[in-house]
């Protein structure tokens, strides 16, 4: 059995559940949900000997007494492990090279700027501290910049990787949904000024995996 140790309300946590969902995975079948009590846990002695930087989540492959951290870590290893589309095999070289090309993509010219925004707007106040507006501008700014290019990348394929949907589409999801309810990633719904990423942000918040994710948050 997959043991997911992490809370459905934390973003990193719910890239992979997005994910898992995404690949057809169950909850209670093929993967068990353990959601943290207080979030303290993580600072636990018990939780830093499986995820040493006291951050969430980590996986527990029961099957191959494994344990494995970093969300992207997580939704790659068990892509692997059954065998999803949604990861692209390393055999055909243009495609993988694609793929990882595209991770990086995201993790340096997205997440970067979408996490800072909102570590800044959002998460400041649940660490008691007032948000820096001007850093969040910063980046704000920043990230308008590159998601023009990624309108253009889409402007000539259909998803980040290539023609076919991968995990690294999934990758944008919480981040990418977050900034748009607070107001730092406006170009994820300027249909006027960005076509081809609305189209694609679109079609990405809408599939199942997501949908099914949000199934299981709180409804206010």
């Not at 636990?44 to 006291?54: I, M, S, T, Y």
């Not at 719904?189 to 709180?218: F, I």
Request: hydrophobic share 40%; proline share 5%; charged share 25%.
């Amino acid at each position: 059995m997959l043991v997911l140790n992490g809370s459905p309300m934390s973003t990193c946590t719910g890239r992979v559940l997005a994910c898992f969902f995404q690949m057809g995975l169950e909850l209670d079948k093929d993967f068990k949900l353990a959601p943290l009590e207080d979030y303290a846990d993580i600072y636990k002695p018990e939780w830093l000997a499986n995820q040493p930087f006291g951050q969430m989540p980590f996986l527990i492959d029961e099957e191959q007494e494994y344990v494995i951290f970093e969300s992207r870590a997580i939704i790659k290893y068990v892509a692997a492990k059954i065998g999803s589309p949604l990861l692209p095999k390393q055999a055909d070289l243009k495609a993988y090279g694609n793929f990882e090309q595209a991770c990086s993509i995201e993790h340096c010219n997205f997440d970067e700027p979408a996490h800072s925004i909102a570590g800044e707007l959002y998460f400041a106040k649940f660490h008691g501290r007032e948000g820096d507006v001007a850093l969040a501008d910063k980046n704000k700014a920043l990230l308008a910049k590159r998601l023009k290019v990624y309108d253009q990348i889409l402007s000539k394929q259909k998803y980040i990787a290539g023609d076919d949907l991968t995990l690294v589409d999934l990758f944008h999801l919480t981040y990418g949904n977050l900034n748009v309810t607070i107001g730092g990633a406006p170009a994820l719904t300027d249909a006027e000024g960005h076509p081809n990423l609305v189209r694609w942000w679109k079609e990405v918040t809408s599939l199942p995996g997501w949908v099914k994710y949000q199934e299981l948050l709180p409804k206010n």
